[in-house]
């Protein structure tokens, strides 16, 4: 599987936008970015994903870099409810396994 | 039920005991994952099923991990001869399609298991 490389931390005030980037210099052409979270004593949870082009939900943003060597997914405006460990994970497109191969992730603390 | 969920939430076992470790998946999913996640450290994984076949048990550290979906919706995660490198938190999670490269995955809260 390719490799992500994010920051260990980062810190952030209640109510401002948050920045977590991700490497992915390795990415091939099909492989998909996705976001999970991990809030504490709750297993990961989905946030977003995708292959090329920006994406929206109700919970973030994923910014796709034009050669897709790094992505940043944007809360913008964080709640304490977002502070959690930030997982980037790249899924194979190629048939290889299902399977989420978990970093050790951002974790994000949120001041009030 | 509306999530995923397993049980027990928690289980303290003694060196040598085995111990099994229930998963209720989101009804009609059809993928299922197993994962351990050691303090600090994210999810690693152990298996997937792809309704009752298990297609990928790569991560299973020894042969005393077992796990079963035997009629491919409740899955079981078996640990013999627990020892205390097996404390760890065991989560489960599914997903509705059988390609999950462009679908979400779905977690329990997981099972913290604790061997002393």
């Known amino acids: 599987d390719a490799k992500t490389t994010q920051p260990n931390s980062m810190e952030s005030n209640e109510e401002e936008p948050v920045h977590l980037p991700c490497n992915h210099s390795?990415?091939?052409?099909?492989?998909?970015i996705h976001w999970y979270r991990q809030l504490p004593s709750q297993g990961p949870e989905y946030v977003i994903h995708?292959?090329?082009s920006n994406v929206n939900n109700r919970m973030a943003s994923l910014a796709i870099a034009e050669d897709r060597k790094s992505s940043t997914l944007i809360l913008h405006r964080a709640t304490l409810r977002d502070a959690a460990v930030y997982y980037c994970i790249l899924r194979d497109g190629q048939g290889g396994s299902e399977k989420l191969v978990f970093g050790k992730g951002t974790k994000l603390t949120v001041n009030p | 039920g509306a999530g995923v969920s397993q049980s027990p939430r928690y289980k303290v076992a003694k060196r040598g005991q085995d111990v099994a470790l229930r998963c209720d998946p989101i009804s009609g999913h059809v993928s299922l994952f197993w994962y351990q996640q050691a303090l600090g450290q994210g999810p690693e994984f152990l298996t997937y099923f792809q309704n009752e076949a298990q297609l990928d048990k790569s991560g299973l550290p020894s042969d005393r991990f077992f796990a079963e979906r035997p009629e491919g919706s409740v899955s079981t995660l078996k640990i013999q001869r627990t020892q205390q490198e097996d404390s760890a938190v065991y989560l489960c999670?599914?997903?509705?399609?059988?390609?999950?490269?462009?679908?979400?995955?779905?977690f329990g809260q997981g099972t913290r298991l604790t061997v002393v």
């Open positions: 995708g292959l090329t």
């Open positions: 390795t990415i091939s052409g099909t492989d998909y």
């Open positions: 999670a599914s997903s509705i399609s059988s390609r999950t490269l462009n679908t979400e995955a779905f």
